[in-house]
């Protein structure tokens, strides 16, 4: 049982180049989250999808898009990578009001 | 608004000591709780959780919580550190389906 896979583990980007993070779960989760991590800041919400074809802006959307065609698969694009999108990326989901299940991250360094 | 406090932002304690790390909600109602643990350069592992009932409850690696109603509170224990404890922990707070709040995270360090 994979559990929640992140792919890629690390990227280096230049200023305006493009990605795309994918996360892949094994649980029949409803729900998937991207957050990011930053020093002092927690984790803050970026998107996330209730179900298959659905997605809704977190706290920090702007920058990302993100997308939900099958159930167990969650990705997040950046279309113009930014210094300031430098942080650890975590893919998690979940089931009804059960925690969340995360990923391992995805370190990502914009330069 | 909701918020997520842990007041503590890094603490470090001797191997074999007893630790407790402190979490504080606010939210009208009781939220479920979750305390999570994260290892350098891993993803968050769920330690336990609260979402009904006793309001002692035990986790995995021996740790436990108490959720105090009266001081929206929920803090995480252990009666013995191992050095293997050194990590991140975060309190976290679920109000609906989706809304999840995480505090900052308080970094353990544990020494010999």
């Known amino acids: 049982n994979a559990g929640v896979t992140q792919t890629p583990k690390f990227r280096v980007l230049k200023t305006g180049q493009s990605m795309t993070l994918l996360c892949a779960q094994d649980?029949?989760?409803?729900?998937m989250y991207w957050y990011r991590q930053d020093p002092g800041m927690g984790l803050r919400l970026i998107h996330y999808?209730?179900?298959?074809?659905?997605?809704a802006k977190g706290e920090v959307p702007d920058g990302y898009n993100v997308s939900r065609l099958k159930k167990q698969n969650f990705l997040l694009g950046l279309e113009s990578a930014a210094p300031s999108q430098t942080s650890v990326y975590f893919c998690?989901?979940?089931?009804?009001?059960?925690?969340?299940?995360f990923g391992s991250g995805t370190r990502l360094t914009v330069v | 608004a909701q918020s997520v406090t842990q007041p503590d932002i890094h603490i470090t304690v001797s191997e074999g000591a007893s630790l407790e790390l402190r979490c504080n909600y606010s939210?009208?109602?009781?939220?479920?709780l979750f305390w999570y643990v994260q290892s350098p350069g891993q993803g968050l592992q769920l330690l336990l959780k609260?979402?009904?009932?006793?309001?002692l409850v035990q986790g995995i690696k021996g740790f436990e919580a108490e959720f105090k109603r009266s001081q929206s509170s929920f803090n995480l224990r252990k009666p013995s550190v191992h050095w293997s404890d050194a990590a991140e922990y975060f309190c976290?707070?679920?109000?609906?389906?989706?809304?999840?709040?995480f505090g900052t995270g308080t970094s353990l360090t544990v020494i010999p």
């Open positions: 998690a989901s979940k089931w009804g009001w059960d925690g969340y299940t």
């Open positions: 649980m029949n989760h409803e729900y």
């Open positions: 999808s209730v179900g298959e074809g659905t997605t």
């Open positions: 939210y009208g109602a009781t939220p479920y």
């Open positions: 609260y979402f009904s009932g006793d309001t």
């Open positions: 976290a707070v679920q109000v609906t389906g989706n809304q999840f709040y």
